[in-house]
T-cell receptor, first 112, second 114 residues
């Protein structure tokens, strides 16, 4: 199994509060990704990183920011959580752009 | 634009039956990669297979087999002699060469009844 952990695994928060999700890897992979999973949509890319301090937007990036100050950590921040951001968030890693992405266990977020 | 369609939302079969999960994709690239992932009830995403667009050979791994046909833009997944442990949501995904993201289908929920 790929060494990927996500924290927290579950979180309940209120609308308007900031939330930060953490993804940690032990594989030293260059690429890291944040996806969200919603019924009827499969998984959709929020942001990705191709190296320390190198990040870019995915298809559903509005309302989210990311940071990567170390190879092993990729943070996803909801600056002001909204109910539409209630979802399951998955982190993924890959060794290269054409390589297989391996996923973390997911974080279930509920915004009330 | 990339798109993946899994038309079967839910499938329910009795144990030991064979079952095929359909995946149809759209892409303008000649170089791309196709994937299948399994999401069991516990929620994690498990990688099953990766295929590149230049390799149309079918693949078999135990009870699992995959049929890749570029002529019909399909990458179907067959489970032979299904077992209760195969119950899961299965996702097909596409990645174009140089693209940073996987594009997922909506998933097929497979239920194997004892």
């Amino acid at each position: 199994d790929a060494g990927i952990t996500q924290s927290p695994r579950h979180k309940v928060t209120e609308t308007g509060t900031p939330v930060t999700l953490r993804c940690h890897q032990t594989e030293n992979h260059r690429y890291m990704y944040w996806y969200r999973q919603d019924p009827g949509h499969g998984l959709r890319l929020i942001h990705y990183s191709y190296g320390v301090k190198d990040t870019d937007k995915g298809e559903v990036s509005d309302g989210y920011s990311v940071s990567r100050s170390k190879t092993e950590d990729f943070l996803l921040t909801l600056e002001s959580a909204t109910s539409s951001q209630t979802s399951v968030y998955f982190c993924a890693i890959s060794a290269g752009t054409q390589e297989t992405q391996y996923f973390g266990p997911g974080t279930r977020l509920l915004v009330l | 634009a990339q798109k993946v369609t899994q038309a079967q939302t839910e499938i329910s079969v009795v144990e030991k039956e064979d079952v095929t999960l359909d995946c149809v994709y759209e892409t303008r690239d000649t170089t791309y990669y196709l994937f299948w992932y399994k999401q069991p009830p516990s929620g994690e995403l498990v990688f099953l297979i990766r295929r590149n667009s230049f390799d149309e050979q079918n693949e078999i791994s135990g009870r699992y087999s995959w049929n890749f046909q570029k002529s019909t833009s399909s990458f179907n997944f067959t489970i032979t002699a299904s077992q209760v442990v195969d119950s899961a949501v299965y996702f097909c995904a596409l990645s174009e060469a140089g693209a940073q993201k996987l594009v997922f289908g909506q998933g097929t929920r497979l239920t194997i009844n004892p």
